[in-house]
């Protein structure tokens, strides 16, 4: 289902995160992770797998 491959996305965000990806990449998993599941946006907001992100520009314009 839909929210399924959202939620895989939104894992491969956070793996990306972990490995130290630059803000894009991650931001860029997270927007298609929303596009599939809305919910996920106040998810990515408060997760503190992106808690080095979350005074990032590109990260607020796509989790808020």
Do not use: C, P, Q, R
């Given at each position: 289902s839909e929210d399924n491959e959202a939620d895989a996305?939104?894992?491969s965000a956070i793996?990306?995160?972990r490995s130290g990806s630059g803000v894009s990449d991650v931001?860029?998993?997270l927007a298609l992770a929303i596009?599939?599941?809305s919910s996920l946006k106040s998810k990515a907001?408060?997760?503190r797998e992106f808690v080095k992100f979350?005074?990032?520009e590109a990260f607020k314009s796509t989790v808020e």
């Open positions: 996305i939104y894992l793996m990306a995160a931001v860029a998993k596009e599939g599941d907001s408060k997760d979350f005074n990032d």
